[in-house]
């Protein structure tokens, strides 16, 4: 159960962390009916009075805007699609570093626009790329039918293990879509907010939907990702699934192991009877016995698991499909008031499935049980 519990943990953290890590925790957009993430979002003038309606959330940690658009990548002949996806300054460059697995980041130190290209590793070896290699990004205008490219540079590659992201999107600086799209003004594609409690994302995008205006939506990363967090939703299933079953094998264990104590003992309980002893007080000695089996073995158990917990931490031994389940190494978080509590209620149902059995210590008679063979 320790172990289910560690894993199922790491593996939900894991997982919520690749998506809040690239998107945030909340996107706002201009309110329209296409939600995809795989194509180009409407576009909305910067909006100060959404900023600043925003800065009096305390639970907002920072808040960023982003711009996406569809680009062609061409290097030595060979082109790729792809989603280019701008992000500013203000973009939480901890949380980038993350996925960072070659280079680095966009820096942003040029005043016009940085030159940098962070692309995944899929489209890196597609394209045969590596660090600080130049590459053209050929933009078309679906308006006019004309079409532009920018020269950048291969500084940075990453990998999220989001397949279906990896293959797609590529990151740049914001003011050089800006600059592709229109000179005069800047464009957004809306903005990305991280919280400090992203348990209480969905909470905070409906009192943000309250307070900007009707033209603008704010949506949680669960609700733009329902089906990878019904999918770690589910995970709490099959880990209840595992406690149920394991449950029911320990009492059927325990009590299978207390009614054999007493009928090994039936004439030691007989003598005891004979000799004026209550039915309560060998109930307790049977109970103190059992106790301390119950007890061993959930303080056993414990450190057996812990211990492959603080392995797999250490070493990673326990590998994954990353292509099936977005990470490599099965992750691990243990928290210590959950471990504790498995520990308690075990020990407290073990407890009183052993009492049940210490029943059967009323109805033996002293003269049959003496007799007992």
């Known amino acids: 159960m320790i172990l289910t519990l560690c894993f199922v943990n790491g593996f939900q953290d894991a997982i919520s962390k690749k998506i809040f890590g690239f998107w945030g925790h909340i996107r706002i957009q201009p309110y329209t009916?296409?939600?995809s993430l795989i194509a180009e979002d409407e576009l909305a003038q910067t909006n100060d009075t959404i900023l600043s309606q925003l800065k009096r959330f305390p639970q907002i940690v920072s808040i960023n805007s982003y711009l996406t658009k569809s680009a062609v990548i061409e290097k030595n002949g060979e082109i790729e699609g792809s989603l280019l996806k701008g992000i500013d300054s203000l973009f939480p460059r901890k949380q980038l570093d993350n996925f960072i697995i070659k280079g680095s980041s966009i820096k942003f130190e040029d005043s016009l626009y940085d030159k940098s290209l962070v692309i995944s590793e899929l489209l890196a070896n597609k394209l045969q790329l590596s660090l600080?290699?130049?590459?053209?990004?050929?933009?078309?205008?679906?308006?006019?039918?004309s079409s532009t490219y920018r020269k950048l540079y291969v500084t940075g590659?990453?990998?999220?293990?989001?397949?279906e992201y990896d293959q797609l999107f590529c990151l740049v600086d914001i003011r050089l879509l800006?600059?592709?799209?229109?000179?005069?003004?800047?464009?957004?594609?809306?903005y990305e907010v991280f919280t400090s409690s992203p348990q209480e994302s969905n909470e905070l995008s409906l009192a943000i939907n309250e307070s900007i205006s009707s033209e603008w939506l704010a949506r949680s990363m669960e609700s733009i990702f329902p089906n990878i967090f019904d999918w770690l939703e589910i995970q709490n299933v099959n880990r209840n699934v595992v406690f149920i079953i394991m449950g029911i094998v320990a009492l059927?264990?325990?009590?299978?192991?207390?009614?054999?104590?007493?009928?090994?003992?039936?004439?030691?309980?007989?003598?005891?009877?004979?000799?004026?002893?209550?039915?309560?007080?060998?109930?307790?000695i049977f109970l103190y016995y059992a106790s301390f089996i119950?007890?061993?073995?959930?303080?056993?158990?414990?450190?057996?698991g812990?211990?492959?917990?603080?392995?797999?931490?250490?070493?990673?031994?326990?590998?994954?499909d990353e292509t099936a389940y977005?990470?490599?190494?099965?992750?691990?978080?243990?928290?210590?008031?959950?471990?504790?509590?498995?520990?308690?209620?075990?020990?407290?149902?073990?407890?009183l499935s052993l009492w049940l059995p210490t029943f059967l210590i009323r109805k033996i008679q002293p003269i049959q049980a003496i007799q007992f063979n």
């Open 178 to 190: 800006q600059r592709i799209i229109s000179t005069d003004i800047a464009y957004v594609s809306g």
């Open 326 to 351: 977005y990470v490599s190494v099965a992750p691990v978080v243990i928290v210590g008031w959950q471990i504790a509590l498995v520990v308690l209620a075990t020990f407290l149902v073990a407890f």
């Open 33 to 35: 009916l296409n939600k």
């Open 294 to 304: 119950a007890l061993r073995g959930v303080g056993v158990g414990a450190i057996i």
């Open 252 to 284: 059927i264990n325990l009590l299978t192991c207390l009614l054999v104590l007493v009928l090994e003992r039936t004439r030691m309980v007989g003598i005891l009877k004979a000799l004026g002893g209550e039915d309560r007080f060998i109930q307790q």
């Open 157 to 163: 590659i990453y990998k999220t293990g989001l397949e």
């Open 306 to 320: 812990l211990l492959i917990c603080w392995l797999q931490l250490l070493t990673g031994f326990i590998q994954l």
């Open 132 to 145: 600080n290699d130049t590459v053209k990004l050929h933009f078309i205008q679906t308006s006019t039918g």
